[in-house]
């Protein structure tokens, strides 16, 4: 497989042009179980965290300030509740929404969690689709203030700086 490398310093009107995409563009993140680490190991959502190794869910890898960095305009956010973690799986789900809805509350300049019919009717007609299956009733609100990435292409041609 070949790929590109990147300039360490994208021309200016190339940093223009994907900012003017990204301003333009509805960026949706459409799953993280970030809530099993604010649940169980007491993770702080609105601080920056180590970046984790591996699969570890009770690292925090998805939170306020990198969901603004990559300029995230919208989060789904999982609710995990099987039968290894609990016997009492709704009230186990109901739990962590009440958490969810507390942290949207306590974060409330960085995030609002999407509670009307109209908002959450019209992303529902959003034209992306989640990896995981499932309904999606419960939406985040982030507001993104910087965007930093590029844009990877798969079958062979590489990694290359967006338009």
């Known amino acids: 497989m070949r790929s590109t490398v990147l300039s360490e310093a994208p021309s200016r009107s190339l940093r223009e042009r994907a900012l003017a995409l990204h301003a333009s563009s509805l960026v949706v993140d459409l799953h993280a179980d970030t809530f099993i680490s604010v649940r169980y190991a007491r993770r702080d959502i609105a601080k920056r965290h180590a970046t984790p190794v591996g699969w570890a869910p009770f690292m925090l890898h998805c939170d306020l300030p990198r969901w603004k960095e990559g300029g995230i305009k919208a989060q789904g956010l999982g609710v995990v509740a099987t039968k290894l973690m609990t016997r009492k ?39 992306l689709r989640p990896w995981a299956p499932g309904v999606r009733d419960h939406y985040v609100r982030i507001r993104p203030e910087l965007l930093t990435g590029r844009r990877l292409r798969f079958g062979g041609a590489g990694v290359e700086p967006a338009p």
Not at 93 to 105: C, G, K, Q, S, V
Not at 116 to 122: H, N, W
Request: aromatic share 0%.
């Open 89 to 127: 799986p709704r009230a186990h789900a109901l739990e962590t929404i009440r958490i969810m809805h507390a942290t949207a509350d306590a974060n409330a300049d960085k995030m609002a969690i999407v509670r009307s019919p109209d908002e959450l009717e019209s992303l529902r007609h959003v034209p």
